[in-house]
């Protein structure tokens, strides 16, 4: 199963552990979008949302947004498992 989820200039999309390899996608990153690259600002890893760095208090990005990828992330990953 893979998915993505965009709101404006953030998205919630599936992908593997190793995030360049093939396969299965097993987890979940949430990324923002400047012009043409986007960067991780979160990740999900054994089930837990782990944040790089402090990228959520370095980006501008709408909370209600952020929140709302974060939940939708939870739900996805728990229908993975089944």
Known sequence: MSF???MKN????SCNEQL???GRHTTAEI???NIDHC?????????DLKYVGIRPLDV???NED???LIRQG???LELMKK
């Not at 953030?10 to 999309?13: A, D, Q, T």
């Open 31 to 33: 990324v923002k979008w």
């Open 10 to 13: 953030i998205e919630l999309r």
């Open 20 to 22: 360049f390899s093939k």
């Open 74 to 76: 939870y739900e996805l």
């Open 39 to 47: 960067y991780t600002i979160a990740y999900w890893k054994d089930g």
């Open 4 to 6: 993505n989820i965009r």
């Open 66 to 68: 952020f929140n709302y």
């Open 60 to 62: 501008i990005i709408n």
